[in-house]
């Protein structure tokens, strides 16, 4: 089994900055991907970023110059630098983990999600 703890989010003005963070734990032998989505009501799960072991990065569209993923493989932690933020970016960030376990095989995990607001 793994687990994902998220960190950061709240409440930000128009053009502001936040840092989410996520730390995975368990039996983890291999971290595959890392990455965050998020999600507003009465919409599907979207894609924010998604890095890989090997450093492979995949933005969505609407964040792609804004935000930056980074990641720590000896950690088993990843971040996420939300710059220039509008109204639009108001959702429930998601860490989403991609991991090879001790027993089990390969899963994909979620983080219990953070709110990050966007407003004036």
């Known amino acids: 089994q793994a687990q994902l703890v998220e960190s950061g989010g709240g409440l930000v003005l128009p053009g502001g900055s936040l840092r989410l963070s996520c730390a995975a734990s368990?039996?983890?032998?291999?971290?595959?991907?890392m990455g965050w989505y998020r999600q507003v009501p009465g919409k599907q799960r979207e894609l924010v970023a998604v890095?890989?072991?090997?450093?492979?990065?995949n933005y969505g569209d609407s964040v792609n110059g804004r935000f930056t993923i980074s990641r720590d493989n000896a950690k088993n932690t990843v971040a996420l630098q939300m710059n220039s933020l509008k109204p639009e970016d108001t959702a429930i960030y998601y860490c989403n983990a991609d991991v090879l376990l001790l027993i089990g095989g390969r899963r994909v995990y979620w983080g219990q999600g953070t709110q990050v607001t966007v407003s004036s």
């Open positions: 890095i890989t072991s090997g450093g492979i990065i």
């Open positions: 368990g039996s983890i032998v291999s971290m595959i991907a």
